[in-house]
């Protein structure tokens, strides 16, 4: 029937009329419907999808248990009527897999076939996959028989294969002998025992484009073959179905991104919960990361900001909760990736296929590489490793990660400065400390220890490497270092006003503490043994003045303001002072700010 030309007395038919005309003439109804309204029904896809509260508290769809009619009451059926109570089978279910197993079963009653796949285009571009999670399906099956993990998913590429064909071509492929079709991969009946014979795969399109394929494997009964009112019940069918997977895909990829806004929400709230620690702000990154994007592994990097080179100073890596870091200046894998990404401050995808060699030497068979921002300026990379469902990231996985890199720029630079406030605050601490502590000399120390008089390095034994300073007291040392200045010729080759060396002595002396061991006397019994070097092994001749002078002033100064601790006691107490020696030791900058 041709319902361009439909005779005028249907419009002055009531609808009673109308409604019992279009019961009698299914066929018409799905040509007409399907042409007119096709495209209507998925652009309001959007009104099946449930709204706010729903939507959270739906996270995944349960299959609704099948309403049509029983095999025996479809039999008694003719062809229209029974593709007409196929397609209410299928109208209102939104999951793609309760979805896609009712079609197939439907299929198989519908053409009288032994087997059906369903195969749906996963990815973007010319390059794309065709997934079956869903494949040789029989009559009277269930879902959780039927349906594949990941693992067991049947993929082939664009163009492969015959499904491959159809969807690369759109065309309908109709086979009386697999085994005369060279594009039939007869190792699959070798694997699994089954003989193809016949086999009808058609696409399932959508707007003009195919979104998967469909197929039915081996006619029942004779002649054992698909024929050409099959094709063309198959294809009607189909049509029908492509609403419903669209429909049904629409209302997973709302779940998806709800899902996926739900994580960067509750990433953010982690972040910025705890910004005290760069470990755990990491660890907690990646962590959340490869739950977003559901990839293997995550491995963040960290510029080194004081390099003109691309140099990274830490590196953290790891998968299923084991984390570790990695310091000092270190090459990641795929570094040229990685420096590219740097450069160009712009993400980086990579597969097998493009670099092979460098990927597999990592074990890594995709990757995708985002820089991590803080504000106009890159301080790190993030990489993400192998895709769980073994697919390329897509455009969608890197518009999420660009997001989720944001939030982990924000949360780096915050834990970033709350470093560099510690250690000022550290800095001030251990200042304040010592000013508390020390002081420098008085003037009466001062005039005292000018006026005394000064014994020679003979007299006090000074050039012995026996020499013992436990019958001197404090000053008599002090008097013994203006004997060590005076011996070596320093006072007049350097022009040193005498008065300013008593009072740099006395305040070298006042900033020892009175520990155990690294106290003022240790430093005295150094300095003389570097003297007795010097002038018993006639370095004079060797070593400059300003290289004399200078070991003699580090040898009094080695060890100012010593708390008699290691630094391992010093971490356990917990104490200011051992902050500053993650950026240089006290005892030095103590003794410059001193000697200047």
């Not at 002396?509 to 155990?516: E, F, G, Q």
Request: net charge negative.
């Amino acid at each position: 029937l041709n319902y361009n030309n439909l005779p005028d007395y249907l419009e002055v038919m009531d609808e009673a009329k109308v409604t019992e005309w279009l019961d009698s003439h299914p066929h018409f109804c799905m040509q007409y419907f399907t042409k007119k309204y096709g495209s209507f029904f998925l652009q309001d896809a959007d009104h099946l999808v449930p709204r706010d509260n729903e939507l959270h508290r739906r996270r995944s769809v349960p299959a609704k248990r099948s309403s049509r009619k029983a095999l025996q009451e479809l039999k008694k059926l003719d062809r229209h009527e029974l593709i007409m109570e196929l397609v209410r089978d299928v109208a209102d279910d939104l999951g793609v897999n309760s979805l896609s197993h009712k079609i197939l079963v439907n299929v198989n009653i519908l053409l009288n076939a032994d087997r059906s796949s369903l195969f749906l285009r996963e990815g973007e571009g010319e390059n794309y996959n065709l997934v079956s999670r869903l494949f040789d399906v029989r009559e009277g099956s269930t879902v959780a028989e039927s349906l594949h993990d990941e693992g067991d998913a049947i993929r082939i590429r664009n163009g492969v294969g015959i499904v491959g064909y159809v969807a690369q071509t759109g065309e309908i492929v109709n086979i009386r002998d697999a085994y005369q079709d060279n594009r039939f991969n007869k190792e699959v009946d070798k694997m699994t025992g089954y003989l193809t014979r016949s086999i009808l795969c058609v696409p399932i399109m959508s707007d003009g484009q195919v979104i998967g394929v469909a197929q039915v494997i081996n006619k029942s009964g004779k002649p054992g073959v698909f024929t050409a009112a099959d094709v063309e019940t198959f294809s009607t069918y189909m049509t029908f179905c492509a609403i419903g997977l669209s429909n049904a895909k629409v209302y997973e990829k709302s779940l998806m991104e709800s899902e996926r806004g739900r994580l960067l929400l509750n990433l953010a709230k982690k972040l910025f919960e705890d910004q005290t620690s760069l470990d755990r702000m990491v660890i907690k990154i990646m962590t959340q990361a490869t739950e977003l994007v559901k990839c293997e592994r995550c491995t963040v990097l960290l510029l080194d900001t004081n390099s003109k080179d691309v140099m990274f100073t830490n590196k953290f890596e790891g998968e299923g909760g084991n984390y570790r870091r990695i310091s000092d200046h270190i090459e990641p894998a795929c570094f040229e990736t990685v420096k590219k990404v740097v450069l160009t401050g712009k993400p980086c995808r990579l597969q097998v296929d493009d670099n092979e060699q460098v990927l597999e030497k990592d074990n890594i068979k995709t990757l995708l590489c985002m820089p991590i921002y803080n504000g106009d300026d890159i301080i790190g990379v993030a990489k993400l490793i192998n895709k769980l469902n073994g697919l390329p990231f897509d455009d969608r996985d890197a518009q999420h990660f660009e997001v989720f890199a944001v939030f982990c720029g924000l949360g780096i630079h915050n834990v970033l400065n709350y470093e560099q406030k510690c250690k000022a605050l550290a800095h001030y601490s251990v200042a304040l400390e010592q000013m508390s502590y020390h002081a420098t000399a008085t003037h009466e120390e001062t005039e005292q220890l000018q006026m005394a008089v000064v014994p020679t390095a003979i007299e006090l034994d000074l050039q012995s490497f026996q020499f013992d300073d436990a019958a001197l007291s404090d000053n008599q040392t002090l008097l013994a270092c203006l004997s060590m200045f005076k011996e070596l010729n320093l006072i007049q080759t350097f022009k040193i006003d005498v008065k300013v060396l008593c009072s740099w002595l006395n305040t070298v002396k006042r900033n020892y503490r009175a520990v155990m061991y690294h106290n003022w006397r240790h430093a005295f019994n150094v300095a003389q043994t570097m003297f007795a070097i010097i002038t018993t092994g006639c370095l004079g001749n060797v070593l400059s003045p300003v290289e004399i002078l200078s070991m003699l002033v580090a040898c009094l100064c080695h060890d100012i303001d010593h708390r008699g601790t290691n630094n391992a006691f010093q971490a356990m107490c917990v104490i200011y002072h051992i902050a500053l020696h993650r950026i240089g030791r006290p005892s030095l900058q103590a003794a410059i700010q001193i000697v200047t």
